[in-house]
């Protein structure tokens, strides 16, 4: 997901969402930042199918309504990263 | 690379991919989420996605003759129809070899030889479909189709 070519970013984006990876969500949250928009228009799709949620991005907003939504990606992410952590803990 | 490809809208998805199969798996995919976004149900989905496969094999057999190596331009772009419908836009943009437009027609069904469908799967499918060919060579298709008013009142 990492690679130089936004064609390659693009097909293991896809195959993320496709095979149901929910380890590579953080990954994907990192590419709604992508330069490119095909790539940020499969990031979120993806994202979609393995969360069933969009939280408000758009991959054509203007870049300022774009990092908003990310924020809230972030956000979900270290709560979703807590609630793992606390889980865990009990468990042990 | 090409001062012939319309500035994108900030909606519109530009892929650039090389002329081959492993390629048209990124298209479909693209397709798919774009047509649902637009508001296409199944089977318009299915169907655009085989008029854009016929378009690229198109371009991958006959502008390129086969090569694998080859550069092809697809965009994507939510656009309105009339009535105010929505519609998908699809452009497929090559560097091969460029025929005159006029040439290109559907294959006469009743002629038994095998393939040159292609043609006439998009312009079935699709409510608009158009050939040019860019003052920087290669051919240019457009293609369009519109959201029936009904698929829209389902929602």
């Known amino acids: ?92 | 690379m090409d001062d012939s490809w319309p500035e994108r809208p900030s909606d519109a998805v530009d892929l650039s991919i090389p002329s081959e199969p492993r390629s048209l798996t990124v298209v479909r995919a693209a397709v798919e989420r774009m047509a649902k976004m637009v508001g296409f149900g199944e089977p318009d989905v299915g169907q655009i996605i085989l008029a854009v496969d016929e378009a690229l094999a198109n371009v991958i057999k006959h502008s390129y003759r086969g090569a694998t190596d080859q550069p092809i331009r697809v965009r994507f772009q939510p656009t309105k129809g009339p009535n105010d419908c929505g519609g998908l836009l699809v452009l497929v943009r090559d560097y091969g070899k460029a025929v005159d437009p006029a040439t290109i027609q559907p294959r006469n069904l009743n002629d038994v030889r095998p393939g040159g469908l292609g043609v006439h799967i998009i312009r079935s499918v699709m409510d608009e479909a158009e050939y040019s060919c860019p003052d920087s060579g290669g051919m240019q298709l457009r293609m369009v189709k519109y959201v029936r008013s009904e698929q829209a009142a389902r929602g």
Do not use: H
């Open chain 1, 1 to 92: 997901m990492n690679s130089p070519d936004p064609g390659e970013r693009i097909q293991a984006i896809v195959a993320a969402g496709e095979q149901g990876r929910q380890e590579a969500v953080p990954l994907l949250v990192d590419r709604l930042e992508d330069e490119d928009e095909a790539v940020r228009f499969f990031a979120i799709e993806s994202l979609e199918k393995l969360t069933g949620t969009s939280k408000g991005y758009r991959y054509y907003d203007p870049p300022g309504l774009r990092a908003r939504a990310v924020r809230r990606w972030r956000s979900w992410l270290q709560a979703r990263a807590g609630a793992a952590t606390s889980q865990a803990a009990q468990m042990n």
